[in-house]
């Protein structure tokens, strides 16, 4: 096969760096405020032509995905396949480097990419087709991921605003190697809403933005989730106490978290300290980017 025709697209791992919720709808949908930005590192969507589609995946979590339409990179394929009417197909490979059901927006993300990739494959032409919709139904994070830049995130997902870069930050991942549920950590939440977060320009700098976090915003769904999988609080606690961690904190339902620095000399030295204090837990260091 012609290599030239084989799509490879990154698919970023998604951090909501604060999370409130607002409110909730009659249909149960809660409402969103969240800073969202992407790190540096990624699961892989590739495509290939195909006479069907078909979705292959591999890497060191792909064991943990669910098979056939419980899978939301097959999922979107067929959503698309479905929309546009295409007569093509596509042989889809998922490289899972990230973990599943960790507030990362894996799944959320690798969809995304699954839309980039068949989307040049089979040769549609960008601003032709509207891909909110069906992206919305597959789930709150997709839009986001698919929109790939830092943005303020409000309503159930699709309400979606680019900010300026943020600045230059380093970052660290860790995930206990625990897997949580969304919808039970949102159940979990207890107390009233949150107001969102007016967020009128960007901090000059890293510290400068852990301040602005730390002194403006929370996580909302931190506090339950760690009341469901305590270990969550033990990996908060041993990001902060790591030297040059400006702010701690929980991605999304988790539960993956992360420290912010200002260097990357410091989340890399932060990252080998955790992994050999922790060897079960999964730590990765990067940069936000996007």
Known sequence: MDRSSRIAVAARAKLNLYLHVTGQRDDGYHLL????????IHDLITAEPASDLTLRSDGPFAEALPDGDGNLVLAAARALWDSTGTNEGAAVTLTKNLPVAS????????????????????????????????????GADVPVCLFGQTCI???????????????????????P???VSTPAVFKARAGSF?????????????????????????????????SMEPVIGKVIDALQATAGCLLARMSGSGATCFGLYAAGEDAARA????????????????????
């Open 194 to 226: 949150s107001e969102p977060v007016p967020f009128d320009g960007v901090p000059v700098d890293a510290a400068a933005l852990a301040s602005w976090l730390d002194r403006h915003t929370a996580n909302d769904l931190m506090a339950p989730a760690i």
């Open 271 to 290: 990252a080998t300290e955790l992994s050999r204090n922790h060897s079960s837990w999964w730590v990765r260091s990067s940069r936000i980017s996007g």
């Open 103 to 138: 507030g990362i927006g894996g799944g959320s993300a690798d969809a995304a990419a699954a839309f980039k990739a068949l989307t040049r494959l089979w040769g549609i032409t960008p601003g032709t087709f509207d891909l909110s919709g069906i992206a919305l139904d597959l």
């Open 177 to 179: 190697g625990i897997a």
């Open 33 to 40: 405020d969240s800073l969202v930005t992407f790190a540096d």
């Open 153 to 175: 995130m409000r309503g159930i997902g699709e309400s979606l605003k680019a900010t300026e870069p943020l600045p230059e930050t380093a970052v660290v991942l860790v995930n």
